[in-house]
């Protein structure tokens, strides 16, 4: 008797999985997922790309702060990207926040955030990041 509704539960859960496969349902919901992941990525560059043409137009400390802000917009959508800290922080730079510049540099090249960056952009965060400490200590 247990035997037998045993074998019936797995009969129904295998033809359940087929009539899903076969609709390709799985598919689509991973499909889902990863534009609901991508649609935050977007969101992000997008910020990103604001803040870094609010800096590059930066003549004043005000239009630093948009661009920090900004920043930290990217950076609430998608932490793990660490151009938008080193952005964040050539923002505070700018507005002579040192201390608070070189902690976002660190940030950056955490082990988590570091992994986005190219070996010719790690070099040149390091070197950034070396240049703001020479300035706080000296």
Do not use: C, W, Y
Request: aromatic share 4%; net charge positive.
């Amino acid at each position: 008797m247990v035997i037998d509704v045993i074998l019936q539960v797995a009969i129904f859960v295998i033809l359940a999985l087929t009539l899903l496969f076969t609709q390709n349902i799985p598919q689509k919901l991973f499909s889902k997922l990863r534009l609901f992941r991508r649609r935050s990525q977007l969101k992000a560059k997008r910020h990103f790309v604001i803040a870094a043409q609010l800096l590059s137009e930066a003549t004043s400390a005000e239009d630093a702060r948009r661009a920090e802000a900004e920043a930290d917009r990217a950076i609430a959508l998608d932490p793990t990207d660490a151009a938008s800290h080193i952005l964040k922080a050539l923002a505070l730079e700018l507005q002579g926040f040192r201390t608070s510049a070189l902690a976002s540099l660190d940030t950056a090249l955490s082990p988590l955030a570091v992994r986005t960056l190219t070996d010719a952009e790690r070099t040149d965060a390091l070197l950034k990041r070396a240049a703001l400490a020479d300035g706080i200590a000296g």
